[in-house]
């Protein structure tokens, strides 16, 4: 089943207020994607791809396939037609610590890729890995159940039981944020935490303007 993002939510909002921001190199093949669901983690060596194919046979819709690939670069783990069947299966997004190919294919796709890098050069297929167990990827653990959010800033990751709190307090941030938005057109530049925060910080501001 596919989840619905709370109106509001973004991945920018999360990570301010304690969710685990996956690496920055980690992006949207495409801009305008967003992936909201919870993990099915999958670990595979470096450039090879024989757990995903396992991944794939048991994924439920809704689900976002999360791929610690050992951020290996030179041998994609996934393409167009893996990507087909993962659509086909209802994953919600694919995030993949490692490289991709059919690159062209994939952005006309509907299934939101993120990943590491690209490359031509398909993967083996000699085993090894893990499906549903916990992963590293992008730097931050991630576990199968954990949920996982992503849009054109990058991917974050949070726990079930973390869950209700981080989304409340990232809502609250921004409300906060569209109102300093509302301030700033009514012509209020200066926000009102600055002179505290000047006063209590070591920057050299130089002679008076």
């Known amino acids: 089943m596919r989840e619905t993002l709370p109106q509001g939510l973004c991945s ?20 305008g994607w967003i992936v909201y669901g919870r993990a099915l983690t999958v670990s595979v060596p ?13 994924v439920r819709p809704g689900e976002v396939l999360v791929v610690d690939a050992q951020g290996y670069r030179n041998r994609a783990v996934m393409g167009g037609i893996m990507c087909a069947q993962a659509a086909a299966a209802g994953v919600a997004g694919v995030i993949v610590d490692g490289a991709m190919r059919d690159v062209a294919e994939l952005r006309a796709g509907s299934l939101p890729v993120y990943a590491l890098d690209i490359s031509p050069a398909g993967p083996t297929k000699a085993g090894g890995g893990s499906v549903g167990l ?3 990827c992008g730097g931050v653990a991630v576990h199968t159940g954990d949920w ?7 991917v974050v990751a949070y726990g079930d039981a973390e869950a209700q709190a981080l ?6 941030k921004g ?11 009514r012509g209020e530049l200066r926000p009102a935490w600055l002179d505290d925060a000047l006063a209590r910080a070591t920057i050299d501001m130089g002679p008076p303007r």
């Open 175 to 185: 409300n906060a944020e569209a109102a300093r938005m509302q301030a700033i057109a």
């Open 148 to 154: 996982i959010m992503a849009d054109d800033d990058g």
């Open 167 to 172: 989304i409340a307090k990232a809502l609250a």
């Open 46 to 58: 470096a450039g090879d791809n024989l757990a995903i194919h396992a991944a794939l046979a048991q």
């Open 134 to 136: 916990p992963v590293r």
């Open 12 to 31: 920018t909002l999360l990570a301010d207020v304690g969710a685990r921001a996956l690496g920055a190199g980690i992006r949207p093949l495409q801009a």
